[in-house]
């Protein structure tokens, strides 16, 4: 698990952060996105062409094994089929111990995304700009339906935000969310220096460089090794930066009242000292709280937690977020079949 380090290593520094947001975000101008699709119609007709392109991209990227994208498939379509988005510098492996065991109990199709600049190298990682994210995984949404009758989006931290941009924008498309540890906010504000015009630079002087340490703390009792298989340990601070547009254009109360479908949201928290050391808690639990107010929703704390709940590389009671997942799919089937009567 990733060493939680703030953007400050002094109090002078620090002082003159919370000095600069301070500001206000009145000085922010407004992010901007429109959706091109980078689907060709080849692809956009057969979700085995397009895993088929999107592997072949993952090759000509040297993704490194297990950071590709995946399908796990049981039928040519099931009733009901999950879509999971990992979170930022991540990949499949943040959520596929617990995802591929829903899976198998439900026998149910399972895609699992490589966004743009992960599992390949710091320059392509730092490469990427907020609308690759988008555009990438409303691609892969469009072609969810040919996996299942009804798609059940997952998404851990990063991952989150992006699939509750997702159910808020294609509600036709998006039937049920997951969210595990959603990133709406830094938990640590000055991450939200980056905003700013001349953001970035001091926020490399902070760092003391361009080039951000995200290794795993190995005496962190929580971390397994084999995590740097699957995660980025050295990241360019640059690549912060679509990170927060992506979440200043996401995380607004807008956003968060446009959804509409039943939705899970797990998140850690034990206490006041010993909760998400990443995501802002109060950030995900006010954004919850202004969902559509589907009768299934429900967010739930897990106590032996960490930021990265799912992971097999990460300890947390996977147990405990194993059934409440599992009772969540049970009730929205229910509900789904009393509702299509």
């Given at each position: 698990?990733?060493?939680?380090?703030?953007?400050?290593?002094?109090?002078?520094?620090?002082?003159?952060?919370?000095?600069?947001?301070?500001?206000?975000?009145?000085?922010?101008?407004?992010?901007?996105?429109?959706?091109?699709?980078?689907?060709?119609?080849?692809?956009?007709?057969?979700?085995?062409?397009?895993?088929?392109?999107?592997?072949?991209?993952?090759?000509?990227?040297?993704?490194?094994?297990?950071?590709?994208?995946?399908?796990?498939?049981?039928?040519?379509?099931?009733?009901?089929?999950?879509?999971?988005?990992?979170?930022?510098?991540?990949?499949?492996?943040?959520?596929?111990?617990?995802?591929?065991?829903?899976?198998?109990?439900?026998?149910?199709?399972?895609?699992?995304?490589?966004?743009?600049?992960?599992?390949?190298?710091?320059?392509?990682?730092?490469?990427?700009?907020?609308?690759?994210?988008?555009?990438?995984?409303?691609?892969?949404?469009?072609?969810?339906?040919?996996?299942?009758?009804?798609?059940?989006?997952?998404?851990?931290?990063?991952?989150?935000?992006?699939?509750?941009?997702?159910?808020?924008?294609?509600?036709?498309?998006?039937?049920?969310?997951?969210?595990?540890?959603?990133?709406?906010?830094?938990?640590?504000?000055?991450?939200?220096?980056?905003?700013?015009?001349?953001?970035?630079?001091?926020?490399?002087?902070?760092?003391?460089?361009?080039?951000?340490?995200?290794?795993?703390?190995?005496?962190?009792?929580?971390?397994?090794?084999?995590?740097?298989?699957?995660?980025?340990?050295?990241?360019?601070?640059?690549?912060?930066?679509?990170?927060?547009?992506?979440?200043?254009?996401?995380?607004?109360?807008?956003?968060?009242?446009?959804?509409?479908?039943?939705?899970?949201?797990?998140?850690?928290?034990?206490?006041?000292?010993?909760?998400?050391?990443?995501?802002?808690?109060?950030?995900?639990?006010?954004?919850?709280?202004?969902?559509?107010?589907?009768?299934?929703?429900?967010?739930?704390?897990i106590e032996d937690g960490a930021h990265v709940l799912m992971s097999e590389y990460v300890k947390t009671d996977k147990e405990r977020i194993l059934t409440e997942i599992l009772q969540f799919?049970?009730?929205?089937?229910?509900?789904?079949?009393?509702?299509?009567?």
């Open positions: 698990m990733q060493k939680e380090r703030p953007l400050y290593r002094n109090w002078k520094l620090y002082l003159s952060l919370v000095g600069l947001l301070a500001l206000g975000y009145v000085l922010l101008p407004d992010q901007a996105y429109e959706y091109h699709s980078q689907l060709s119609q080849e692809q956009a007709a057969s979700f085995d062409q397009y895993l088929e392109n999107r592997l072949r991209e993952s090759a000509s990227l040297k993704a490194r094994p297990g950071n590709e994208e995946k399908l796990i498939r049981y039928a040519e379509k099931t009733p009901i089929a999950f879509m999971y988005v990992h979170g930022y510098g991540a990949s499949r492996a943040e959520g596929e111990m617990v995802m591929d065991e829903v899976a198998s109990r439900l026998q149910a199709n399972t895609f699992y995304l490589r966004l743009p600049g992960h599992g390949t190298n710091m320059d392509d990682h730092a490469s990427v700009v907020m609308s690759d994210y988008l555009d990438y995984a409303t691609d892969a949404l469009m072609m969810m339906d040919k996996l299942g009758d009804k798609v059940i989006v997952v998404g851990t931290s990063m991952g989150g935000l992006i699939s509750t941009y997702l159910a808020a924008h294609y509600p036709d498309k998006v039937d049920g969310l997951i969210l595990a540890s959603p990133f709406y906010e830094f938990r640590d504000k000055t991450g939200n220096v980056l905003g700013f015009p001349g953001g970035l630079a001091l926020a490399e002087m902070v760092n003391g460089g361009e080039i951000r340490d995200s290794s795993r703390d190995p005496k962190n009792p929580r971390s397994v090794d084999g995590y740097e298989k699957y995660w980025y340990t050295t990241q360019y601070m640059s690549a912060l930066v679509p990170l927060y547009n992506l979440k200043a254009y996401v995380a607004r109360n807008a956003t968060f009242e446009a959804v509409q479908c039943p939705t899970l949201m797990l998140y850690y928290y034990k206490s006041e000292e010993e909760q998400d050391p990443t995501a802002d808690v109060d950030a995900m639990l006010e954004a919850f709280a202004r969902f559509g107010g589907h009768p299934l929703n429900r967010s739930v704390a799919v049970e009730d929205f089937q229910n509900y789904s079949e009393s509702s299509d009567k």
